[in-house]
């Protein structure tokens, strides 16, 4: 397996609050987080939920989605506490994309509105769902998807870490075949850039390297308006 990563503050933010890892031990955990902007110090708990998944001891003897889901309500206390001992803290949010890739498998646990893609056989497909009030009205059948891309209200979120106790994780695993690519990315990219256009680039170019450059770049090209992290991966 081949990864390659791309992180911009951006053209506008004075800071860069997301955070990511890419990890090879016990397996590929791979991580983008995005810390929320609209509260304080976004950036100490994108960097929380980074700096815990890092030195955490998975066992992959136990159920595995059952694990992910355990750690990300760990790591949701965690930023919680922080922001009650701490005054300057309280308050700060992040979303958080994370997968492990293991046996053929990709495990996903997923919180807030940064997402993972799946690129097979030219179709790019979301393997997340978005905590996002547009996404609860496309699912609701009042908003068309092609209009949440220019909606005003794409930015607010349902769920995040670090702002409520009671959460609700997304977990899923998919098959992976060879020649799969897996893109995360928080929303400074698919903010900028549509997902026809993603996958256009990703169609058009074969090498991995290029691919992330390529898309990172048109993100700041189209604006730039937020913090813009991505990874890619190619499955072997």
Same mark, same amino acid.
């Given at each position: 397996m081949e990864f390659k990563s791309f992180s911009s503050k951006g053209n506008v933010r004075k800071n860069n609050e997301d955070n990511y890892l890419l990890r090879? /031990?016990?397996?590929?955990?791979i991580v983008v987080a995005d810390g929320m902007g609209g509260h304080r110090a976004g950036d100490v708990a994108s960097q929380m939920a980074v700096d815990f998944i890092k030195e955490y001891e998975f066992n992959l003897e136990e159920n595995i989605l059952e694990e992910i889901n355990s750690l990300i309500k760990m790591i949701n206390k965690k930023i919680i506490k922080? =922001? #009650?001992d701490n005054p300057e803290y309280k308050g700060m949010g992040t979303t958080l994309s994370l997968a492990l890739i293991y046996d053929n498998k990709i495990y996903i646990g997923h919180i =807030? /509105?940064? +997402?993972?893609?799946?690129f097979r #056989? /030219?179709?790019l497909k979301k393997i997340t769902t978005d905590d996002s009030l547009v996404n609860e009205l496309i699912e609701? =059948? +009042?908003l068309n998807p092609n209009e949440a891309f220019d909606h005003p209200q794409k930015h607010i979120l349902t769920q995040a870490l670090g702002i409520d106790k009671d959460i609700n994780i997304e977990t899923n695993e998919i098959n992976l075949k060879d020649n799969d690519l897996l893109l995360f990315c928080t929303d400074g990219l698919t903010d900028m850039i549509r997902e026809e256009n993603i996958a256009e680039i990703i169609s058009n170019h074969s090498d991995l390297n290029t691919i992330t450059q390529k898309l990172g770049k048109k993100a700041l090209e189209n604006g730039g308006s937020d913090n813009i992290t991505l990874i890619t991966g190619i499955i072997k």
């Open positions: 090879k /031990d016990p397996c590929h955990v922080k =922001g #009650e =807030g /509105d940064s +997402r993972i893609y799946l #056989e /030219d179709e609701s =059948g +009042r």
